[in-house]
């Protein structure tokens, strides 16, 4: 006998499939671009799995380094950019001083903490002066950084600030060269603990601090700070009247992201085992931002989920559009625009949405 499905259930069934594939949407998306690059880029799946593998391990650190931000109201913290200067700062600092190996990356760690608590400070200030505007003026804050960055980095070493190794310095002494080797930490914590497993390496030590982040955070919005930064992120008016330092919250999920961004941006760099001086920073907002909008957060709402599936879309992207531009336009160069085009064009569509959800919401 044929079973009839109520029509109120089926109806039911209905809207709530149209609204998951309405709020999954991009990575939905993304996922069939990457199935069809897959298919024409025909990479041998182990180098495609080895290559994701250690773009999952150096770059997630810096996309969940944006999760507590967004749920505490500040939406994509572009700032992240002061971290990756705070991290570089004292990668550079433990190089001068030939500091190598898994001390070395430590020490790292510990340096960058109070310019990335410093930096996160005065970012979480900026933030509070421009309320509602946090993105762009993120954004803003990101370059004049940079300016601030140069003119100690290529003016002031080596005059004011005293710096003797010319291995480091350009050849008028002043100024640090554009490439800086970090051979003393590199891979320093890729190779802690590194497992073969079917022909694919995998940096367990690397995954592990992931792992240990995802349960740091998790764990973080369980308390009464985490709640406190919920009770901010949807309703700041609600939340002060509530009794909640508004202004402090927010500083504080700045201080977090800003650290964690300046750690993932170590993370990285001993992966790449070089730091380009004046360049190595400058994206990492904009591709953080745009690996998380693929995972299917938004402005106001992220998941570490989410984090660590845009970050794997993101960079599966990443490897398989050149390829794929070339075998199907007979150009990688396709690919490479693409591949900004997808950047840039992710991120220019949450602003427009969330512009939008805001003008209804007033309406």
């Known amino acids: 006998m044929k079973t009839l499905v109520p029509e ?3 109806s039911k069934a209905e809207a709530s499939l149209a609204r998951f594939l309405i709020r999954n949407a991009v990575p939905i998306l993304f996922t069939v671009l990457c199935l069809v690059g897959s298919y024409y880029a025909r990479l041998p799946l182990k180098f495609l799995l080895n290559d994701i593998i250690v773009r999952m391990a150096r770059n997630s650190f810096l996309v969940i380094s944006l999760i507590i931000p967004v749920l505490a109201g500040l939406g994509l913290n572009f700032g992240i950019v002061l971290g990756a200067m705070a991290g570089q700062i004292a990668v550079i600092t433990v190089t001068y001083w030939e500091i190598g190996g898994i001390a070395g990356f ?24 421009a309320k509602g505007k946090e993105m762009i003026a993120g954004l803003i804050l990101g370059f004049f950084a940079n300016g601030l960055y140069q003119l100690v980095f290529l003016f002031l070493v080596g005059t004011i600030i ?11 002494g002043i100024g640090l060269r554009n490439t800086v080797n970090l051979k003393g930490i590199h891979y320093a914590l890729d190779n802690l603990l590194k497992v073969g497993v079917m022909g694919l390496n995998i940096p367990v030590a690397t995954f592990a601090s992931i792992v240990l982040l995802c349960l740091a955070i998790r764990f973080l919005f369980k308390t009464k700070l985490g709640q406190e930064f919920r009770s901010v992120g949807q309703n700041r008016y609600v939340a002060e009247v509530s009794g909640i330092n508004v202004d402090r919250v927010r500083i504080i999920a700045v201080i977090f992201s800003t650290v964690l961004a300046a750690w993932g941006q170590l993370i990285f760099l001993q ?16 591709f953080a931002v745009a690996a998380l909008l693929i995972g299917g957060a938004t402005v106001s709402r992220a998941t570490v989920g ?5 970050t794997f879309l993101f960079h599966l992207l990443f490897i398989i559009s050149p390829l794929a531009g070339k075998n199907m336009m007979g ?10 085009f997808v950047a840039y064009g992710v991120i220019g569509v949450a602003l427009a949405l969330h512009a939008w959800q805001n003008i209804t919401k007033k309406s």
């Open 162 to 172: 005293p710096f003797r190794n010319e291995y480091m310095l350009l050849s008028t």
């Open 271 to 286: 992966n790449i085992g070089t730091l380009n001086t004046y360049g190595s920073h400058v994206q990492v907002g904009t």
């Open 331 to 340: 150009s990688a160069q396709v690919g490479e625009y693409f591949r900004v």
């Open 306 to 310: 989410q984090a660590l599936l845009g």
């Open 106 to 129: 430590l020490l790292s760690m510990l340096l960058a903490l109070p310019y990335a608590i410093l930096f996160g400070w005065l970012t979480g200030i900026l933030f509070n002066r």
């Open 8 to 10: 109120s259930v089926r």
